[in-house]
């Protein structure tokens, strides 16, 4: 069975300061799909950022990059530039390629504070 | 605005009640799933439903049921309720069937409490 893990209950950083939020998982496929999910109090999960494991290339969304590391099952978030709005907690989630299996183990979350 | 829509947005019931919480998927999508995330936890994977059937379930016992319509809207029914059963429930929307456009787009979410 797939899990995944995030190692940091919470997490803090200055606003405009850079920070990487941690995620390792465990599987024994080799076509996956990676995520990081944000779900500010409003409970609505907001999807952030995906990467695709056949794709070397880290992906990167304006502000929020990730360092995948498929060798060592490990897929972190580093978030630029923090602002106030990115105050949330943060999931990261794993899917296999192809159905079924459409379904997403989510790890336990990692919140993120935000300090003006 | 993801366009995936949950009602009631709480809902409080007593133990051994029964309750249907309603999902509307987003536009174009034919696969909703539904996950149950207990507070300070990741969400946990109810089941899935592709074109009107079942296509998944996770480790959770028959009295969670569920139902898609032909609009592919959906409905997550849970019988006999527990305790242990309050949570938030989220329901996720995505098109099935095309690798590239399988990510999941969640609503915001019924907050079932049960007394």
């Known amino acids: 069975a797939q899990t995944v893990t995030q190692s940091q209950p919470e997490m803090s950083v200055q606003e405009a300061e850079t920070v990487t939020l941690s995620c390792t998982y465990d599987t024994s496929e080799s076509d996956y799909y990676l995520f990081w999910y944000k779900q500010p109090p409003s409970r609505q999960m907001i999807l952030v950022i995906r990467q695709e494991a056949y794709k070397q290339q880290n992906a990167t969304e304006n502000r929020f990059s990730v360092n995948f590391q498929k060798a060592a099952k490990s897929f972190s978030l580093k978030i630029s530039d923090s602002q106030l709005g990115d105050a949330a907690m943060y999931f990261c989630?794993?899917?296999?390629?192809?159905?079924?299996?459409?379904?997403?183990?989510f790890g336990t979350g990692t919140s993120l504070t935000v300090i003006p | 605005e993801t366009g995936v829509t949950q009602s009631p947005t709480h809902l409080i019931k007593t133990r051994g009640q029964q309750v249907t919480l309603r999902c509307s998927s987003q536009?174009?999508?034919?696969?909703v799933s539904w996950y149950q995330q207990a507070l300070g936890q990741g969400p946990q994977f109810i089941f899935q439903?592709?074109?009107?059937?079942?296509?998944g379930r996770g480790n959770f016992p028959p009295r969670f049921s569920g139902l898609q319509f032909p609009n592919y809207s959906s409905e997550l029914n849970v019988n006999a309720l527990e305790l242990d059963d309050s949570a938030l429930y989220l329901c996720a929307s995505s098109l099935g069937g095309d690798r590239a456009l399988n990510t999941q787009y969640f609503g915001p979410g019924t907050r079932l409490t049960v007394l």
């Open positions: 536009s174009g999508h034919n696969t």
């Open positions: 989630a794993y899917r296999r390629a192809f159905n079924p299996g459409n379904q997403f183990y």
């Open positions: 439903y592709y074109r009107e059937e079942e296509n």
